[in-house]
């Protein structure tokens, strides 16, 4: 007896991961901290993480003490930086494991300078210079540094920042990158290397910095530009696809799904594998949605139910149960589906849920 194959699992190409990755180094100039955060934006913490270890990168961003201990048990040699202030509970491990935290307070300061005395504890400095999601203003810069001359336990190895606005508001953005060139040039180097870092995917793609020598990039590593033109640059990383399991014929009229969205002719329908239990947003009910299946866009029918969909295959030569439908991918971007269900591609990507099978290629 066989296995049975999966109704939704999603395609990883980790060789167009390690692409984009390159296009990253080369575009900027600078290392990559991969932002590998939320299991890899849902492409699987592990497996990615397994993928970059070779790249020789600084640092794998990731958003707390979990998730670097789930690269510390599988062996990854990348050393993991914790992206945000660090709750009181996480922070003896981060110490003792020699991951890199960014110190957002004074509070964090000290503790992590008492953590540190046997084997200082290598940190970053948080600026907060718009995104007011913790670190340090730009008028508390000069204090901190001067509290951290007398933290024996800790030695600074960088100073970050963050962007709230990189594909909204240039004028901004343009601002905070000019803001914090100002108040990092004059920083000096304590360590060799010393990393400086402010720009996401959409910052670094869009601005310049004379300061910094590292770029944090999620979504961009996935395929996915937060700047529609430069999507032609990469190529996304994850398809999530299912399987046909019945073609069925309607006649006009006749009701699909709940709620009863009526045919408005008569149909070839076809219901596919997958739902929103597997993170196919319920949102992209009524809003032109399409799937691709033989290489044809297909309209979503009726409302999205938790384990099936049903689409019209009326105008399908030929479709039958079995045949693979491609929900998102290479050619059916995430970005595209997200904005129809009125979300961003980040939360589309971090919701596909564990009964979707990742298949590594
Ligand atoms: C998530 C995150 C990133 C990556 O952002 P993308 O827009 O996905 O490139 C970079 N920096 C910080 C601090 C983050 O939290």
Redesign the pocket.
């Known amino acids: 007896m066989t296995e049975s194959p999966p109704r939704a699992w999603a395609e990883i190409d980790l060789a167009a991961l390690k692409q984009n990755l390159h296009f990253a180094r080369e575009r900027s100039g600078q290392e990559v901290m991969a ?1 590998i ?1 939320a299991g890899a934006y849902g492409h699987g913490l592990i497996e990615v993480a397994k993928a970059l270890d070779s790249e020789k990168l600084p640092f794998l ?1 990731v958003a707390n003490a979990g998730e670097a201990r789930q690269l510390f048990d599988s062996g990854i040699q990348t050393r993991p930086y914790i ?2 202030a660090t709750l009181p509970a996480e922070r003896e491990e981060i110490a003792a494991r020699g991951w890199t935290p960014c110190l957002c307070s004074f509070e964090e300061m000290e503790h992590f300078d008492r953590l540190g005395q046997n084997k200082p504890v290598e940190a970053h400095l948080a600026l907060d210079t718009g995104m007011g999601r913790g670190g340090f203003l730009p008028d508390q810069l000069g204090s901190a540094l001067e509290k951290l001359k007398s933290c024996s336990g800790i030695k600074l190895t960088g100073i970050g920042s ?1 962007l709230p606005v990189a594909d909204e508001d240039p004028e901004f953005t343009q601002s905070q990158f000019e803001l914090f060139d100002s108040l990092t040039e004059t920083i000096p180097k304590q360590s060799e290397p010393f990393h400086i870092h402010l720009g ?3 910052g670094f793609l869009n601005y310049q910095s004379r300061s910094t020598n590292l770029i ?5 590593l996935y395929g996915i530009s ?1 700047l529609l033109e430069h999507q032609s640059l990469i190529q996304p990383v994850m398809s999530l696809k299912s399987r046909v399991s019945v073609v069925n014929d309607l006649p006009a009229g006749h009701g699909v799904s709940y709620g009863r969205t009526l045919l408005k002719r008569d149909s070839k329908t076809a219901v596919l594998g997958l739902g929103y239990g597997d993170g196919y947003p319920r949102a992209l009910s009524g809003k032109n949605t399409q799937v691709l299946i033989n290489g044809t866009l297909c309209p979503l029918l009726g409302r999205v139910t938790m384990d099936q969909i049903i689409v019209d295959v009326t105008d399908l030569q030929d479709c039958q149960a079995g045949d693979e439908a491609i929900l998102f991918g290479k050619d059916l971007l995430v970005s595209d589906l997200a904005e129809k269900a009125g979300t961003i591609a ?1 939360e589309l990507l971090t919701q596909i849920t564990p009964r979707v099978k990742r298949i590594y290629r």
């Open positions: 932002v955060k961003g992206l945000g963050h996401n995917s959409a944090r990039p999620g979504l961009l937060p980040w």
